[in-house]
Protein backbone atom coordinates (compact mmCIF):
# COMPACT_ATOMS: atom_id res chain seq x y z
CA UNK A 1 0.00 0.00 0.00
CA UNK A 2 0.78 3.25 -0.89
CA UNK A 3 -0.28 6.44 0.74
CA UNK A 4 0.26 10.15 -1.09
CA UNK A 5 -0.06 13.22 0.55
CA UNK A 6 -0.24 16.52 -1.50
CA UNK A 7 0.63 20.01 0.16
CA UNK A 8 1.70 23.14 -0.83
CA UNK A 9 -2.02 24.54 -2.09
CA UNK A 10 -3.11 27.70 -1.83
CA UNK A 11 -4.35 31.14 -3.30
CA UNK A 12 -2.50 33.28 -5.41
CA UNK A 13 -2.63 35.76 -7.79
CA UNK A 14 -2.27 35.47 -11.55
CA UNK A 15 1.40 35.41 -12.52
CA UNK A 16 2.40 34.05 -9.63
CA UNK A 17 4.23 30.53 -8.45
CA UNK A 18 3.24 27.84 -5.70
CA UNK A 19 4.99 24.81 -5.50
CA UNK A 20 2.82 21.66 -4.64
CA UNK A 21 4.60 18.54 -2.87
CA UNK A 22 3.55 15.36 -2.62
CA UNK A 23 5.22 12.77 -0.48
CA UNK A 24 4.80 8.73 -0.46
CA UNK A 25 4.88 6.59 2.17
CA UNK A 26 5.71 2.44 1.58
CA UNK A 27 8.95 1.11 0.81
CA UNK A 28 8.97 1.09 -3.09
CA UNK A 29 8.51 4.33 -4.44
CA UNK A 30 11.44 3.86 -6.91
CA UNK A 31 8.77 1.49 -8.33
CA UNK A 32 6.24 4.12 -8.70
CA UNK A 33 5.50 6.14 -12.04
CA UNK A 34 3.98 9.64 -10.26
CA UNK A 35 1.59 12.39 -12.00
CA UNK A 36 -0.33 15.44 -10.70
CA UNK A 37 -3.82 15.41 -12.42
CA UNK A 38 -6.27 18.47 -11.39
CA UNK A 39 -10.09 18.88 -11.24
CA UNK A 40 -11.68 22.20 -11.49
CA UNK A 41 -15.25 22.74 -10.43
CA UNK A 42 -17.90 21.30 -12.49
CA UNK A 43 -14.86 19.70 -14.63
CA UNK A 44 -13.54 16.23 -14.86
CA UNK A 45 -10.65 15.80 -13.58
CA UNK A 46 -7.56 16.29 -16.13
CA UNK A 47 -3.83 14.94 -16.24
CA UNK A 48 -1.11 17.26 -15.67
CA UNK A 49 2.07 16.26 -16.00
CA UNK A 50 3.84 12.66 -15.10
CA UNK A 51 7.62 11.83 -14.58
CA UNK A 52 8.45 8.35 -15.11
CA UNK A 53 10.08 6.02 -12.23
CA UNK A 54 13.31 6.91 -12.53
CA UNK A 55 12.77 10.56 -12.90
CA UNK A 56 14.17 10.49 -16.81
CA UNK A 57 11.29 11.57 -18.90
CA UNK A 58 8.20 14.06 -17.67
CA UNK A 59 5.29 14.89 -20.34
CA UNK A 60 3.17 17.59 -19.73
CA UNK A 61 -0.58 18.86 -20.63
CA UNK A 62 -0.59 21.65 -23.59
CA UNK A 63 -2.14 23.61 -21.17
CA UNK A 64 0.52 23.93 -18.81
CA UNK A 65 3.42 22.96 -20.98
CA UNK A 66 6.52 25.56 -20.42
CA UNK A 67 4.58 26.69 -17.12
CA UNK A 68 4.99 23.88 -15.32
CA UNK A 69 7.76 21.59 -14.06
CA UNK A 70 7.51 17.61 -12.78
CA UNK A 71 10.28 16.48 -10.66
CA UNK A 72 10.93 13.98 -7.82
CA UNK A 73 13.46 12.69 -5.51
CA UNK A 74 12.89 9.08 -5.23
CA UNK A 75 15.55 9.12 -1.29
CA UNK A 76 12.97 11.44 0.36
CA UNK A 77 10.08 9.79 -1.78
CA UNK A 78 8.01 13.47 -3.21
CA UNK A 79 7.61 14.48 -6.49
CA UNK A 80 7.21 18.23 -6.74
CA UNK A 81 5.09 20.28 -9.05
CA UNK A 82 6.74 23.81 -9.51
CA UNK A 83 3.86 25.82 -10.99
CA UNK A 84 5.14 29.04 -12.70
CA UNK A 85 3.05 31.73 -14.57
CA UNK A 86 -0.38 31.12 -12.91
CA UNK A 87 -3.68 31.81 -14.67
CA UNK A 88 -7.17 31.71 -13.27
CA UNK A 89 -7.96 28.79 -15.18
CA UNK A 90 -5.14 27.01 -13.66
CA UNK A 91 -8.02 27.38 -10.43
CA UNK A 92 -8.50 23.48 -9.49
CA UNK A 93 -8.06 20.68 -6.89
CA UNK A 94 -4.50 19.27 -7.62
CA UNK A 95 -4.16 15.14 -7.10
CA UNK A 96 -1.17 13.14 -6.70
CA UNK A 97 -1.45 9.62 -8.51
CA UNK A 98 1.04 6.72 -8.40
CA UNK A 99 0.95 3.56 -10.50
CA UNK A 100 3.38 0.16 -10.32
CA UNK A 101 5.34 0.07 -13.03
CA UNK A 102 5.65 -3.70 -12.66
CA UNK A 103 2.22 -4.41 -12.33
CA UNK A 104 0.01 -1.90 -13.85
CA UNK A 105 0.00 -1.08 -17.28
CA UNK A 106 -3.07 1.61 -17.61
CA UNK A 107 -4.42 3.87 -14.92
CA UNK A 108 -3.46 4.83 -11.38
CA UNK A 109 -3.05 2.51 -8.18
CA UNK A 110 -2.85 5.48 -5.84
CA UNK A 111 -4.12 9.07 -5.60
CA UNK A 112 -3.83 11.20 -2.84
CA UNK A 113 -6.81 13.09 -1.11
CA UNK A 114 -6.14 16.67 -2.86
CA UNK A 115 -4.83 20.39 -2.41
CA UNK A 116 -6.34 23.14 -3.30
CA UNK A 117 -4.90 25.72 -6.37
CA UNK A 118 -6.94 28.98 -6.42
CA UNK A 119 -5.34 31.16 -8.89
CA UNK A 120 -7.22 35.03 -8.69
CA UNK A 121 -7.28 37.43 -11.23
Known amino acids: QVQLVESGGGLVQAGGSLRLSCVAS????????MAWFRQAPGKDREFVAR????????DYADSVKGRFTISRDNAQKTVTLQMNSLTPEDTALYYC??????????????WGQGTQVTVSS
Open 26 to 33: GRTFNNYR
Open 51 to 58: ISWRGGSA
Open 97 to 110: AARDVFTTTTGYDY
